[in-house]
T-cell receptor, first 114, second 116 residues
Framework: KAGVTQTPRYLIKTRGQQVTLSCSPI?????VSWYQQTPGQGLQFLFE???????NKGNFPGRFSGRQFSNSRSEMNVSTLELGDSALYLC?????????????FGPGTRLTVL | GDSVTQMEGPVTLSEEAFLTINCTYT??????LFWYVQYPGEGLQLLLK?????DKGSNKGFEATYRKETTSFHLEKGSVQVSDSAVYFC???????????????FGKGTLLTVNP
């Protein structure tokens, strides 16, 4: 079974631009979560989607948004990019979206904002 | 809120040495506990998990026991290899969080370097 895939793997943008990242979960998984990883803040939760509904959102500004499609694929969007948005963005999927379930991570998208 | 504290390292060991990475947690609910590993340039891979008190998770020679009385989930391996060099993350999720609170809370990560 194929794992979680994320595209693109690398992105370079300039301040003020916007960016869209894509995530395809493991087949059959209905929950998709997004995390931001930086050297200073570590791994921080962005949001989680289940059956096209955002169920949970982390403490990030409204410039960060996402959505999930009927096939469970998910996208996240960051508008008006800032230098501090440079990070590794990780997507994870789980089968049931329940607390005991394992989240499986993709390889991440490395975003650099210049 | 929930939080995870783990020794930040870096930890440097010789091959075949014993490894312990400490992890303690604070949770308002009843958490499931996880250890993930991240190799350079890659995403996170699940190493092991435990979903209830006294459970022992194990994989690839690594072990961790869910200790509710000490709110701990320490990672151990009896004999490390060079290939174990990576960053290790302890994490928790609320076991009853299917819904508006479903997420992983991570520790800061521990960089392990194993020298031949």
């Amino acid at each position: 079974k194929a794992g979680v895939t994320q595209t693109p793997r690398y992105l370079i943008k300039t301040r003020g631009q916007q960016v869209t990242l894509s995530c395809s979960p493991i087949s059959g998984h209905r929950s998709v979560s997004w995390y931001q990883q930086t050297p200073g803040q570590g791994l921080q939760f962005l949001f989680e989607y289940f059956s096209e509904t955002q169920r949970n959102k982390g403490n990030f500004p409204g410039r960060f948004s996402g959505r999930q499609f009927s096939n469970s694929r998910s996208e996240m969007n960051v508008s008006t990019l800032e230098l501090g948005d440079s990070a590794l963005y990780l997507c994870a999927s789980s089968l049931t979206g329940e607390g005991t379930d394992t989240q499986y991570f993709g390889p991440g998208t490395r975003l650099t904002v210049l | 809120g929930d939080s995870v504290t783990q020794m930040e390292g870096p930890v440097t060991l010789s091959e075949e040495a014993f490894l312990t990475i400490n992890c303690t947690y604070t949770a308002t609910g009843y958490p499931s506990l996880f250890w993930y590993v991240q190799y350079p340039g890659e995403g996170l891979q699940l190493l092991l998990k435990a979903t209830k008190a006294d459970d022992k998770g194990s994989n690839k020679g690594f072990e961790a026991t869910y200790r509710k009385e000490t709110t701990s989930f320490h990672l151990e391996k009896g004999s490390v290899q060079v290939s174990d060099s990576a960053v290790y993350f302890c994490a928790l999720s609320d076991s009853y969080s299917g819904g508006s609170n479903y997420k992983l809370t991570f520790g800061k990560g521990t960089l392990l370097t194993v020298n031949p």
